[in-house]
């Protein structure tokens, strides 16, 4: 295990830094999307008319029934045939990671919703709000509470899968790893730090997380 | 420029695309077979009363669900063989990170459907004296199962998904296939579409399966424990 105390690993923590820096970036922007992506396909698909309705089932069917490796690459090799211009790493990761978890985000909203009474919205009807008011004021506030617990699980899965924009270069943690790796030859090492910092990252995460959730059930009324 | 589609390509390698299916579905299949029975091993020792059988289940099933699924392949693929001098092909290295990858998620999923059991199933159990593996065979588990099936058939499917990193490792699944050809053909687009159109419809055919037999267990009255 002297292995472990080589310099090489030592002189691989900055590149590693920086690869850690880049997969918090690539997680938090597609946290952030997959939840506007969510929201409005949720609510399209709870509240939309036919159209609507029809189009947010297609994109989520889309998305969800097929692997999120192959949309990263879809959006990496094909899609720039079809628009006729370069699109990052970070792009097609970006997209591939926010449509897919937005498609999985849908259906969490889509079931939150659900889980409202419809008594609520015919309350809100007597009261004279309009259908986005009670959408926004009455239903989605509720439904939140319904949702956390979706929502951990769906956001600690996202971060993981981050990872797979190494496959097409992004230099996030694990693509740092494999050229440090091919540099200096220690594999052990690094593949087993990168590892080590995720494990790191994603177990207190996921407590904290389980924590919030037991404190907004107990605050429910 | 207009680009201009050629799906002749799709026809042109029909038998290896079909061929890089069948590899996908091998390699998830051989996945679950290992992984399932794990899965199950693993929870009966988080359920048992020994502490020291607990604790270790419970570190693997935390650690094996905090990396992610391609760290975990990579550590098999390029750190194992400098550990141990061991060198594993891509087919194992991926079943290996599948199997295990599975089976830490499996077994919360058998955790939870064994602790669903009412407390009387046991008592009973015990009290005709069957012994603890007689016990479970026959009359834990079959509950257990029916209950968490619909969740083990999810599982399966997301699996199916996460098989797709072997490509990574060079190993001859689909989307290896994919990769492949286009790099001959530069028919990237067209090849690229063929595979996620093949992938949604024996995604969507299986979550079809799945919500047909959660419609017969509604209907047979078990209830679904999530």
Known sequence: MDAFLSPSLAISLPALARGLVHTLELAVVCLVASLLLGLVFGVMRYAGGRVLHALAIAYVEVFRNTPVLVQILWFFFALPILVQFEISAFTAAALGLSLNSGAFSAEIFRAGMQAVPKGQWEAANALGMSRTRVMFRIVLPQAVRHMIPAFTNRWIELFKLTSLASVIAYPELVYSAQQISNSYFNPVEVFTLVAVIFIALVIPASYLLRRLEARLRRSAP | ?226
């Open chain 2, 1 to 226: 420029m207009h680009y201009q589609w050629d799906f002749s390509v799709i026809g042109d390698n029909a038998g290896l695309l079909l061929w890089g299916l069948g590899n996908t579905l091998l390699l998830t299949l051989i996945a679950i077979l290992i992984g399932t029975p794990l899965g199950l091993a693993v929870a009966l020792m988080r359920l048992s009363s020994r502490r020291w059988l607990v604790w270790p289940a419970t570190v693997y099933v935390e650690v094996f669900r905090a990396a992610p699924a391609l760290v975990q392949l990579y550590w098999l693929y390029f750190a194992l063989p400098r550990l141990t001098g061991l060198r594993l092909g891509g087919f194992e290295a991926a079943a290996i990170a599948l199997s295990i990858l599975s089976s830490a998620f499996l077994s919360e999923v058998f955790r939870g459907g064994i602790a669903s059991i009412g407390k009387g199933q046991w008592d009973a159990a015990r009290g005709i004296g069957l012994s603890y593996p007689r016990m479970l065979r026959t009359i834990i588990l079959p509950q257990a199962i029916r209950r968490m099936l619909p969740v083990f058939l999810e599982r399966y499917i997301e699996l199916l998904k996460t098989s797709t990193i072997a490509a990574t490792v060079s190993f001859g699944d689909l989307l290896f296939v994919a990769q492949d050809i286009s790099y001959r053909t530069y028919r990237t687009l067209e090849i690229f579409s063929a595979i996620a159109v093949m992938f949604f419809l024996v995604i969507l055919l299986c979550s079809q399966l799945t919500r047909l037999v959660e419609h017969r267990l509604a209907r047979s009255g078990e209830f679904t424990a999530r």
